[in-house]
């Protein structure tokens, strides 16, 4: 079993003061054995604070981070599973279900996370999942002011993963979860 924290679109300070409380309370170090991160950091204390819940951190670059060294894209693969991530701003139209499929199939991957909606989707697709945690502050973004803080935990176990998402709705935390299993025609190539 290896745990995947995927969160992104703080916006710390810009937006957001802090990660939620109640969310900050779960994230403990030794917990997570990775963290993929949508991006829009935006300040390098965030980057540092992630680094102390987790030293396998990955990030892609959004259009508000302030480091420029972050990829565009990155892929990884964890156990059975490969991984892209991207923040999302660069798929036109914003979130658009063909768009994405079509980047899962550029970078050929299992799974995609993407972000800069702010909005938590996951579904299956194409024999794979996309996932998009949501802005794990809460934080608006062009297209809305009403945004639920949400991030994503996944358990990789085998060729099974299990999506648990986190939500902070009217103040309580609510979760919910998806299973997804890989068959051998989604497999990647060793």
């Known amino acids: 079993m290896v745990l995947v924290l995927a969160l992104g679109d703080l916006h710390i300070p810009h937006r957001a003061a802090d990660l939620p409380a109640k969310f900050k309370s779960m994230l403990v170090p030794g917990k997570i054995q990775h963290i993929i991160c949508t991006g829009n950091l935006c300040i390098k204390e965030v980057h ?30 964890i156990g059975q599973f490969k991984l892209g991530l991207c923040h999302g701003h660069q798929v036109i139209p914003w979130g658009d279900l063909d768009s994405l499929a079509m980047l899962q199939r550029q970078l050929d991957v299992d799974i995609l996370v993407t972000g800069h909606t702010h909005q938590f989707t996951a579904y299956k697709h194409e024999g794979g999942v996309v996932i998009n945690p949501g802005s794990a502050t809460g934080a608006y973004s062009s297209m809305t002011y009403d945004v639920n803080p949400s991030f994503v935990l996944m358990d990789i176990d085998g060729l099974r993963v299990v999506v648990y998402v986190y939500e902070l709705i009217d103040g309580e935390v609510k979760v919910d979860k998806i299973d997804f299993k890989k068959t051998s025609t989604t497999q990647s190539a060793p």
């Open 48 to 77: 540092d604070y992630l680094k102390t819940l987790c030293p396998d951190l990955h990030i892609t670059r959004g259009e508000y981070d302030e480091e420029t060294k972050y990829p565009e894209t990155k892929t990884l693969t």
